[in-house]
């Protein structure tokens, strides 16, 4: 049988070294790469600033610990192949207890942080806020639909005996006054508005099945459940157009289920306000 020599044993174990060497510099060299390439989307609501600095805590945590561990392989594999004598011990329970209670103290600050930005994204507007605004979506096979409350901020009351999918998709009481001045956009034709400097209430609701209201810019991401209204709470900072994606297979149209989000400036949000007053029909 052939006896592993101590030259073999160095050589074996500097290739290991190289090649876990190799995997470190890639690993930190693909990360960096991809921060300038392939990173998040621009952030454009203020609400979920947390969402992106939590993110980026735990990428440079988890990098430090990928550092540390492939480092300290690579280290005692080389050492391993200078010194090849087993050392054994059973147990040493001062360090299991260290790396134990750091890693539950670590991930529980995690937790906490992770629930406090959570509430922050979920807490509705303030009351007494200056700036806020309401805007009530609906998803359906397969385009979104949005109704603003118009002018007077009031949205009028809806019956089903009032729908009619080309003039009055939301079927708004035409004896309502609060409704006459209600404006209703076809996400399919043009794009969902919502306005710059301003706390967006988005009331989510679904047709028919169940649609995920998805916009990376506003780091919002939340399903639209038949039967129920979910709300999200945005605060867009810059005008532009983004795009929403539906992030839930929703039949056999899914691909297709786009729409697009345009912030717009104050002033013209208050323009648009006032052009489209009293518009229900879905073709606008």
Known sequence: MHQVTERE???????????????????????VYATKRWWLPP????????IDRMFNLLMVSIGIVFVLTQGALAWFVWKAARNPRALYWHENKRLESTWTVATAVILTAFIVMGYQIWLSVHTPPAA??????????????FYWTARYPGPDGQFGKTDPQYVDFKSNPFGIDPNDPAGQDDIVVDGSKGPIVMPAGYKVTVQLHSRDVIHSFFVPQLRVKLDAVPGQVNELYVEPTEPGTYEIACAELCGVGH????????VLPESEWQSWLAEHAGEHGAAQ
Do not use: D
């Open 9 to 31: 044993n160095r050589r074996a174990g500097a290739v290991v070294t190289l090649l876990i060497g190799l995997v470190l510099v890639a690993g930190v060299a693909s990360t």
């Open 255 to 262: 691909f297709a289920m786009r729409g697009e989000i345009q």
């Open 43 to 50: 952030l454009v609501s203020a609400t979920a600033a947390p």
């Open 128 to 141: 007494a806020a200056e700036k806020t605004a309401v805007v009530e979506v609906w998803g359906q096979q």
